[in-house]
């Protein structure tokens, strides 16, 4: 079956309510995926996305297709970095006037230097957010991943992942969903991103953990494709078996040094 596209205009619906919001940068082969979860007359946006003016207009566009941003009232960053959440200020103008804006605490420290009004609000893992229609979100900490305060959110409704890091992937091309040549992909964006096996291991662990109390029928990555359930078998052993931190090995090749 060929695999589903997404392109500048139209807003994806990848579970009930969940809207995929991609951004494909193709010079870098690379993607930006924010992700809309509309319930009810609320909606929650999780990593709202780049400043750059063609990267918002493409994002800004989409959230019209499905909703009107006042009924935004939760902007949810997974961690600081400027290519999921440096629009936030932009968003903080248009979404509800009483909108949340909720990060895991280490990432608040960075998060002001992004010019919001609203005051963040510090995630801990285990935590919840609950809007709609009752529809909850529970966040799960995976430090070092590849930041301190990194975390993925778990949907109970629709028992998908949003994996933050976790699961991205390098693509030169803007694919939904993860294919056969993904676990390639996956592998050269984790190698290059991630400096700590013992990171990873926890990250995949608890995935596995929240797998197997709750279920995961979809993983939505912040960057490359989103994958199915029948597929993150393959994708977690893949990154069980992934060598990461390469460059460090690299340059104490070069220099002469001996790492324990």
Do not use: W
């Given at each position: 079956m060929a695999n589903e596209m997404y392109d500048a205009d139209k807003p994806i619906e990848v579970a009930k309510g969940v809207f995929h919001m991609g951004v494909q940068d193709k010079s870098?082969?690379?993607?930006?995926?924010?992700?809309?979860?509309?319930?009810?007359?609320?909606?929650?946006?999780?990593?709202?996305?780049?400043?750059?003016?063609?990267?918002?207009?493409?994002?800004?566009?989409?959230?019209?297709?499905?909703?009107?941003?006042?009924?935004?009232?939760?902007?949810?960053?997974?961690?600081?970095?400027?290519?999921?959440?440096?629009?936030?200020?932009?968003?903080?103008?248009?979404?509800?006037?009483?909108?949340?804006?909720?990060?895991?605490?280490?990432a608040k420290v960075l998060m002001q230097h992004y010019g919001t009004v609203t005051p963040v609000t510090p995630?801990?893992?285990?935590?919840?957010?609950?809007?709609?229609?009752?529809r909850t979100l529970v966040f799960a900490m995976i430090p070092y991943c590849h930041f301190i305060g990194n975390m993925v959110t778990y949907d109970v409704k629709t028992k998908t992942v949003f994996s933050s890091d976790a699961f991205g992937g390098f693509t030169g091309a803007n694919n939904l969903y993860a294919d056969k040549d993904y676990p390639v992909q996956l592998t050269a964006f984790l190698g290059q991103y991630l400096g700590s096996k013992r990171a990873l291991e926890y990250a995949l662990k608890r995935l596995e953990k929240l797998n197997k109390t709750h279920g995961i029928d979809l993983i939505c990555p912040q960057h490359g494709c989103v994958i199915k359930k029948e597929q993150i078998p393959v994708y977690i052993e893949a990154a069980h078996a992934l060598t990461v931190g390469g460059e460090v090995e690299a340059l104490a090749a070069k220099h002469g040094i001996t790492l324990d």
């Open positions: 870098n082969s690379f993607s930006n995926i924010p992700y809309l979860i509309v319930d009810g007359d609320e909606a929650a946006f999780i990593d709202p996305g780049s400043m750059r003016p063609e990267f918002f207009a493409t994002v800004l566009r989409k959230v019209h297709a499905v909703i009107n941003p006042r009924k935004i009232k939760h902007l949810i960053v997974q961690h600081q970095d400027p290519d999921l959440c440096a629009a936030l200020p932009f968003y903080e103008k248009i979404v509800s006037h009483d909108v949340r804006i909720s990060c895991p605490l280490e995630l801990d893992d285990g935590d919840t957010i609950t809007f709609g229609n009752g």
